[in-house]
C-alpha cells in the first residue's frame, strides 16, 4: 500500500509539473502570422536608437560656411511590434542637433489580407526607387547622392497616405512584388520635384520589381518606378481660374550583390545604380524634362572592412540644361554589427563651374533590435 500511495503520488506531481510547463509554453509561443522574434513584443515594443555622429572639414565656394565642424547629426528612435497576429506597427523619430523632433515614419502594416494582398497606413518613404526606403543614417554615405538630394530633397521623400502590396506568382519561379501607393502631395521645401496644390491633387506611386538568385553566391533586383504628383498652379489671367500642374518622376535601379557563403564574413560586393527622369508642366502649353543618376560600388576586403565609391550625376530642376556632377569615396570600419566609423571624402562641381571639396567623419551607433530595411 505504502508503495501504490508513493506511486500515486509521483503520477500526481509529474502531471501537474509538465502541465504547467506547457501552458507556460504555450503563453509565450508566437502568434500565428507575427513575423518571427518580434512576437515577444506584443505588450513591449521593441525600442531602439541610432546615433549618428559627424565631422566634416574641408572647401566650399559659398562666402559663409554656417556648418559646424562637429555635431550630433541625429539620433533615430524606433518603436516597432506585432499588433495582433495579422498586423504590425513601425513608428521612427528623430531628434536632429537643434533639437528639432519629427516623426520619420509612422505607420500600420496589415500583413494578411485576402487574395495575398498586404496595406500599409500612415506617414512612410515611398517605394520611388529603392534608395528612398533607406533612413539616411543607414546608408553608407555622410551625405545623399546628388540626384536624390536635387530632386527629393535633403531627405528621404516622405508622404502620409496608403498602399498596398502583392506578391505576383509567375511561371519563371522569380520574387516578383508590386507596389501601389496614393499619398498627400509632399511640399515644394521637402521635395523640390513636387509642391502641394488642392487637397485632392495626391501623390501616386508604383513600383515593380523582381528578385533573382543568379548563382548561389550572388544575386540581382531590378525595379522600375512611377510617380505622379502637384506641382502648383496655373492661373488664367482673364477669368482667374487655375488648374494644377503635374509633375511625373520615373525611376529605375538595379542592385546586384555577391557574398560566397563559405566566406562571407571576409569579402562581398555590392553594386546599386540609380536613374530618375522627372517631366514637370511649367504651364498648359509647356513642360521641362530633367534627369539624374548615381552608381555606387562597395567592396568588402576584410572581415570588418569595407571601401566604396559612388559617381553622381544630374540635371538642376531649374535651369536649362545645366549639370552637376560629383563622387564620393569612403573607408568604413565596423568595430561590430552595432557601430561603425567611415572616413568620407567628397568632390562636387557645381553647374556655374564652382567646386567643393569636403572630408567627413560619420560615427553610427546603435543598441535595441532595429528592424532590418527591406532587402
Known amino acids: 500500500m505504502r508503495f501504490k500511495h508513493h506511486l500515486k503520488y509521483f503520477i500526481f506531481t509529474f502531471a501537474f509539473w509538465a502541465g504547467s510547463g506547457f ?9 500565428a502570422g507575427s513575423g518571427g522574434p518580434q512576437a515577444s513584443s506584443v505588450f513591449n515594443p521593441n525600442i531602439s536608437v541610432i546615433g549618428w555622429f559627424q565631422g566634416l572639414a574641408g572647401h566650399t565656394p559659398t562666402a559663409l560656411d554656417e556648418n559646424p565642424a562637429f555635431k550630433l547629426h541625429e539620433a533615430e528612435i524606433g518603436l516597432q511590434s506585432v499588433v495582433d497576429p495579422y498586423s504590425r506597427a513601425d513608428v521612427f523619430i528623430s531628434v536632429n542637433d537643434e533639437g528639432k523632433v519629427d516623426l520619420e515614419e509612422g505607420y500600420f502594416t496589415a500583413l494578411a489580407l485576402p487574395y495575398g ?3 500599409k497606413l ?3 518613404q515611398p517605394d520611388l526607387g529603392k534608395f528612398n526606403r533607406t533612413h539616411t543614417p543607414e546608408t553608407d554615405f555622410a551625405d545623399r547622392p546628388l540626384a536624390a538630394q536635387r530632386f527629393f530633397g535633403d531627405e528621404p521623400l516622405k508622404a502620409v497616405g496608403g498602399g498596398i502590396s502583392r506578391l505576383i506568382p509567375n511561371p519563371w519561379d522569380l520574387y516578383i512584388n508590386a507596389d501601389v501607393q496614393v499619398a498627400n502631395t509632399p511640399s515644394n521645401a521637402d521635395a523640390p520635384v513636387f509642391a502641394q496644390a488642392n487637397r485632392g491633387d495626391l501623390l501616386y506611386v508604383a513600383r515593380v520589381s523582381g528578385f533573382s538568385d543568379l548563382t548561389e553566391s550572388a544575386n540581382l533586383t531590378l525595379g522600375i518606378s512611377y510617380a505622379n504628383g502637384a506641382n502648383g498652379f496655373n492661373v488664367n ?8 500642374r503635374r509633375s511625373q518622376v520615373g525611376a529605375l535601379d538595379l542592385t546586384f550583390r555577391w557574398k560566397n557563403p563559405r566566406r562571407s564574413i571576409y569579402r ?8 530618375y527622369a522627372a517631366r514637370r508642366d511649367l504651364s498648359p502649353a509647356s513642360n521641362a524634362t530633367r534627369s539624374g543618376a548615381f552608381t555606387h560600388a562597395r567592396w568588402q576586403f576584410a572581415r570588418r572592412w569595407f571601401a566604396g565609391v559612388r559617381a553622381d550625376w544630374t540635371q538642376l530642376l531649374a535651369q536649362d540644361d545645366s549639370a552637376e556632377t560629383g563622387g564620393l569615396a569612403y573607408l568604413t570600419f565596423y568595430p561590430s554589427e552595432f557601430s561603425l566609423v567611415s572616413i568620407q571624402a567628397k568632390h562636387l ?7 567643393e571639396d569636403l572630408g567627413f567623419l560619420k560615427v553610427t551607433f546603435n543598441f535595441g533590435p532595429h528592424g532590418a530595411h527591406p532587402f
Open 268 to 275: 562581398s560586393f555590392f553594386w546599386q545604380t540609380e536613374y
Open 237 to 244: 489671367a482673364v477669368d482667374g481660374s487655375s488648374s494644377t
Open 349 to 355: 562641381r557645381f553647374a556655374d563651374g564652382s567646386v
Open 122 to 124: 500612415g506617414k512612410f
Open 117 to 119: 494582398f498586404g496595406a
Open 23 to 31: 501552458i507556460h509554453a504555450q503563453s509565450i509561443q508566437e502568434p
